[in-house]
């Protein structure tokens, strides 16, 4: 027979309450004061495992986990996605995977970003650019670095980029990012 615990066990972790008020009398007519009482708010962290999968997109992040930017063509009309696609916009055909790293990549459009969410906030202000790469129909957005984004001027649009890689992927879009050429 397995041994019950008489008494349920304890930890100095999570939430630990101070003084919170409570009448030392508990006859009903003292405890009636509780109706009134304010509700307790307490701040604690959450966190929770979620599984999910890159699915059709996950031959894109394997490619920048091997420092290759991936892009997709369909076979029969050649259009050419900067970004993952499994399927043709159009036609809804599957693509074929291609890679697009060494080919000719410059800047198509670009804003400074003087705020962004919490991952970034500590970067601000940064880059964002849409990369053209040569022979490719769509563009890609990502980071521009090695730049003063107080300078920013018109003469970025068209400068030669070139792809670099987080040295520990991440497996998001922000492994890859781009230095003028």
């Known amino acids: ?88 916009m159009y036609t809804g055909d599957e693509t074929d995977w291609i890679d697009i790293t060494e080919r000719k990549a410059a800047v198509h459009a670009f804003t400074v970003c003087h705020f962004g969410s919490e991952s970034f906030l500590e970067e601000t202000p940064y880059v964002l650019v849409l990369v053209e790469f040569e022979g490719v129909d769509t563009l890609l957005l990502s980071r521009l670095t090695g730049i003063d984004p107080e300078q920013a001027n018109l003469d970025w649009i068209g400068m030669e980029l070139k792809p670099q890689f987080l040295r520990n992927s991440k497996l998001k879009p922000t492994d890859v990012y781009f230095i003028p050429a």
């Open 1 to 88: 027979m397995a041994k019950i615990p008489k008494k349920q066990l304890e930890s100095l972790g999570g939430t630990i309450v101070h003084n919170l008020p409570f009448p030392l009398d508990t006859s009903p007519e003292a405890l009636a004061w509780l109706k009134k009482m304010a509700p307790i708010q307490i701040e604690q962290p959450y966190s929770i495992v979620y599984l999910h999968s890159y699915a059709q997109d996950s031959p894109w992040f394997a490619g920048l986990t091997n420092k290759k930017i991936l892009a997709n063509r369909d076979p029969e009309t050649g259009y050419t996605y900067a970004t993952p696609r499994g399927h043709d």
